[in-house]
């Protein structure tokens, strides 16, 4: 009798010792999980915040917002259209976003899976640009050619 008792102990401490690894490993798990989550959280934040940052900067890069055409996407480019591009800042833009090209009166940026957000906080901040940028780099364009008239 006294074995059977120790053996039905045993069989406790046994099952009650395999609840709590799992239930350890269940809590790592989680943990592990919810780490995870927070890390990639955090780090589409700093994508966002550079979204926001370079779309301010470039927005009056551009000759004012009379000289934009259109903004469009395609997969994971934005695509800028001029009306007149010799007014833009090509050194501007690339000291913002180096590597775009300029197709003529198309400038293209490869900005990857967020292209559409890129887009849309571009419009928005194109928007908030005065058209007195556009005015201001043609009077200066015909200050310079004044003086090399002259």
Excluded: W
């Amino acid at each position: 009798m006294p074995n059977e008792a120790n053996d039905s102990k045993v069989g406790l401490y046994v099952i009650l010792a395999v609840v709590i690894v799992i239930i350890l490993v269940a809590l790592f798990l989680i943990i592990r999980i919810l780490l995870k989550n927070a890390k990639k959280k955090k780090a589409e934040e700093h994508v966002d915040k550079t979204i926001a940052s370079s779309t301010s900067q470039l927005a009056d890069k551009f000759g004012g917002k009379a000289n934009i055409e259109k903004i469009q996407t395609s997969m994971s480019r934005v695509t800028v259209i001029v009306k007149n591009p010799t007014i833009i800042d090509k050194e501007g833009i690339n000291s913002i976003l180096p590597g775009c090209m300029y197709m003529g009166s198309k400038i293209v940026f490869v900005i990857g899976s967020d292209s559409e957000k890129f887009k849309k906080l571009l419009e928005e901040n194109v928007d908030k640009v005065k058209n007195d940028v556009c005015k201001s780099r043609a009077v200066i364009g015909s200050a310079f050619f004044d003086v090399i008239r002259n």
